[in-house]
Nanobody, 124 residues
Framework: QVQLVESGGGSVQTGGSLRLSCAAF??????????MAWFRQAPGKAREGVAA???????IYADSAKGRFTISQDNAVNTLYLQLNSLKPEDTAMYYC????????????????WGQGTQVTVSS
């Protein structure tokens, strides 16, 4: 059973930056073999994909994230990251980490493993 633990959320002003981390525990192999992603959900809105990184190193970004957010991972410490730059109030949401052996299932929000989330709040 894989456990995903997010951290790094907080409150920042418009234009600020944060780096979110997602540590994976309980996986017998490196996260190198998993596809991983970040999702977010704002109050009253549906959850949406932000960025994903495949086991082959390929990346996917939502249009809202392109040019501002960067997804990366450190396989040696089984940790996924999301660098958030140029933050806007509309980025305010709970950010979730997810993982699945299938990139299709992952990006379709049917991932096998989910974290509990970390809150990002951006004030104007």
């Amino acid at each position: 059973q894989v456990q995903l633990v997010e951290s790094g959320g907080g409150s920042v002003q418009t234009g600020g930056s944060l780096r979110l981390s997602c540590a994976a525990f309980g996986y017998a192999f490196s996260i190198y073999y998993l596809n991983m992603a970040w999702f977010r959900q704002a109050p009253g809105k549906a959850r949406e994909g932000v960025a994903a990184i495949g086991s082959d190193g390929s990346t996917i970004y939502a249009d809202s994230a392109k040019g501002r957010f960067t997804i990366s991972q450190d396989n040696a410490v089984n940790t996924l990251y999301l660098q958030l730059n140029s933050l806007k109030p509309e980025d305010t949401a709970m950010y979730y980490c997810a993982a699945d052996p299938s990139i299709q299932r992952l990006w379709s929000e049917e991932a096998r493993y989910w974290g509990q989330g970390t809150q990002v709040t951006v004030s104007s």
